[in-house]
Structure formats: C-alpha cells, structure tokens
C-alpha cells in the first residue's frame, strides 16, 4: 500500500532505491504518527471533514495501535511503503470509509516533517536527561576533589597549578553551554509543521493553531513554504547543537586517555571498567574513552553531512531529504550511550591524590613567585627577570601558599552558579507540557 499508489504497478528495482530505509527508521516514527493523526483527526472534526461519531472511533483505533506500539507489537506490512501507510491501512482495515478519510489536509510532506519534530523533541529530552546526570557527576567529583592539585598546561607543558576540582567543573560548565545550545535549536523544532500540505497550504478551513496546542508545540511554521523549506534545516541546527556537545566529550575523553596514561598517572580506573592485551599481561587500556572519543568525532562530522544534502536545494520538497534520515536519527543513540558511559567511568575514578610529588612539577608554581614578589612592591616584568634567572641557575623552589580566590579560580570554583546556569536552561525546554498534551490525545489525562 501506499498513500499515492494511482494503480499504477512500480518496477521493483525503483521501488526499493526510492523506499531505501524508510520502513526500518519509520519503526522509530510510529508513535509520533499516531499522535500526529490523532490531532490531525480532532482538527478535521472541528471544520466538518469527520463526524464526531467517526472521530470517536478513529481516536479510539489509533490510541491502541499507539498501545500496540509501545508494546512492540506493530510491524509495517510486506508490501507497504512506510509508517503513514501502515497507519492508514490499519485504520481502513478496521474502520473501512472513516479511515480513508484521515489523510485530508494534509499531505506525506507535512506528515514526515510533523512525526520527525516529536521524534526529535523526544530524542532532544533524552539527550537533556543524560547531560544532566554527567553534569551532576561531574559536579559531585569537582567537589569531592578540589583540593586535589594537578598540574594545568599550555602547550602541553606544564603551566600553572590546576585541581581535579578545576578539571571536573570545567567540563561541567561545557555542557551547561552545550544545553544552551541545544535549547536553541530546539526551539526550531518546537513550531508546528502540519498543515502545510505539500508545502503550498491547503483549501480547506484548517485550524493550524488548534493542532499545535494540541500537540503541545510551543509556535507554529507560519509559512507554509518556509514550513517545507525547514526540512533539512532543521536537521542541521539539531545535529549542530549535538556535535557541540560531542566536542565537549571527545576533548573529555582525551584528556582521561591521557591522564590515565604511566606518563601522566592522575587517574586510574578499575579492571572491570578496563579492557587488556592480547599479548602485553600489565596493560588496562582505556577503551570506553577511545570510543567515546571517536563517536563524538564521528558525530562532529554530522552537520556537514545535512548540508551536504540539503543545501544546495531550492524551495519545495525533494526527496533527497529522505537521505537525512539516515544521519540525523541514529545520532541521538550514539550521543546518548557517550554520555551514558562517560558517566558510568567518572563515577568510578580513582584518583591519585599524590601528584604534585613528582620533582618534574618544581617549576608549577613560577607564576606564584612572581605574584609574590609583585605583591610585596616588585614591578612585573622585574620579578619575572628574577624568577626566571632562578630557573635557569637550577636554585627555583616555592614555599608558600596558593591564593587563588576570585570567581572560577582554585579557591573558588562557583560550582552552584554552574548548577544554577544549567537548571535555568532546562527549565525553558519545557517537556511537562508536551507530555501533557501527549497525555490529553491518548485519553490518559
């Protein structure tokens, strides 16, 4: 079956290259089809396209196929083209005419575009979720370890004193702008699609904004041929907002490979949470932040991917997008098992609380002298001269103790205006009331 079979018979080979993975990643879309033509359906029953007895039964069908759904008990049929299809087919099989009737208004354009932004406002909250949780770990070992001292570099030479409470924190407010980010783009996502038709709007008396309280968006895509034009577009701010935070696990895991590495020895993990080699008996390889290391530099490499398809396109729909699919809906897994994982090591790191006694780190505290002696009426560039003579006649040592205290620093890690940052941003994504308005469609409010 599909939406716009005429009759006419497709040649096979055709028909399987344009289907391409449709039926497989339209499994993940089923859900949101259903609520999407729930709404859909309240709406035509609101300007006279469906009796109300017939809404009554269509509601009634498509809240349990939604059930058989969630319950892995929904397939897409041999011989159908995709999840619109299916649904529509399932409603026909039942209902007979009333199921011919639900597609009305609306066109598979709008219908994918529609089921794409719930999917992607599901897979956004999953994505928050998980970010929330890494970022509370990581919070909890900031200041678990902040006096721990380290040492920072530059260049990858030893710089100034650092704490594990600095490491930890810092990674915790890369993911609060990361959040911010993705609440950005999820504002893209959150305007209301449907009705747009084939991206030309319909002749009939739609109700827009009634289907988009419903379906619990926070604005509707006004224009119709920007609502079309917006596939693609979309993808783009979504993925650009998940490579951003990528980035900020991948610097994470390289700095953990490295940390846990003999030449550096910060860090360590347990066996159970290490993998070995074949051949060398002493080794505990640090495989988890290798992967994740290399799935979020995989996942930085998405928002060229979308534009590589997309850009180039004038208005209207093409279905090239179909493409898109492919890159943009695996990519919520693979985000959220790097910070699944992530987690699960951090939470379990063993950390060497004897650093700074190896005698390579002598010169750490170079930056300190200095601020001492400028602090007693030596002018900079002075005192700078004199400890770096001192260095280089061999007789550097440092004795006193670090003053670091204004915002951010050693002394004063402002790790509750972090948290607080981050709660602000996730309270504007606003998931209560989407799950409400899902609540309301499937008759469970």
Known sequence: MKL??????????IEKFTVGKDRELDLELAPFDVLGSIAHCKMLASIGLLEQGELTLVEKELQKIFVDIQNGDFSIDDGVEDVHSQVEFLLTKTLGDVGKKIHSGRSRNDQV???????????????????????????????????????????????????????????????????????????????NPLGSGAGYGSSFPLDRQMTTDLLGFENLNYNVVYAQMGRGKMEFAVVSALSNMAYTLGKLAMDACLYNSQNFGFISFADELTTGSSIMPHKKNPDVFELVRARAN????????????????????????????????????????????????????????????????????????????????????????????????????????????????????????????????????????????YQNLLGRS
């Open 4 to 13: 716009w079979d005429k009759g006419t018979k497709v040649n096979q080979d």
């Open 113 to 191: 575009l529609l089921d794409l932004k719930l999917f992607t406002r599901c897979q956004i909250e999953k994505v928050v979720n998980e970010a929330k949780a890494l970022f509370d770990q990581l919070i909890e070992n900031s200041e678990k370890y902040k006096n721990v001292i380290i040492p920072g570099y530059t260049h990858l030479q030893v710089a100034m004193p650092s704490s594990f409470g600095l490491w930890f924190g810092a990674y915790a407010e890369a993911l609060s702008d990361d959040l911010a980010l993705l609440q950005s783009a999820f504002k893209v996502v959150d305007q």
């Open 298 to 437: 995989s996942l930085q490499v998405l928002p060229t991917q979308i534009q590589a398809v997309s850009s180039n396109l004038p208005s209207g729909y093409h279905r090239d997008y179909q493409l898109t699919k492919e890159f943009f809906m695996p990519a919520f897994d693979q985000l959220s098992s790097c910070l699944q994982m992530t987690k699960t090591m951090l939470a379990d790191v063993k950390i060497n609380k004897d650093v700074m006694s190896d005698e390579k780190y002598q010169y750490l505290f170079t930056v300190e002298k200095v601020n001492e002696l400028v602090l007693n009426g030596v002018p900079f560039r002075d005192a700078y001269k004199e400890v770096g003579a001192l260095v280089e006649s061999g007789e550097f040592k440092f004795e006193g103790e670090l003053k670091h205290q204004h915002e951010g620093s050693l002394g004063n890690l402002c790790n509750e205006a972090i948290r607080l940052k981050l709660e602000k941003t996730i309270q504007t994504f606003n998931f209560e009331k989407i799950d409400q308005a």
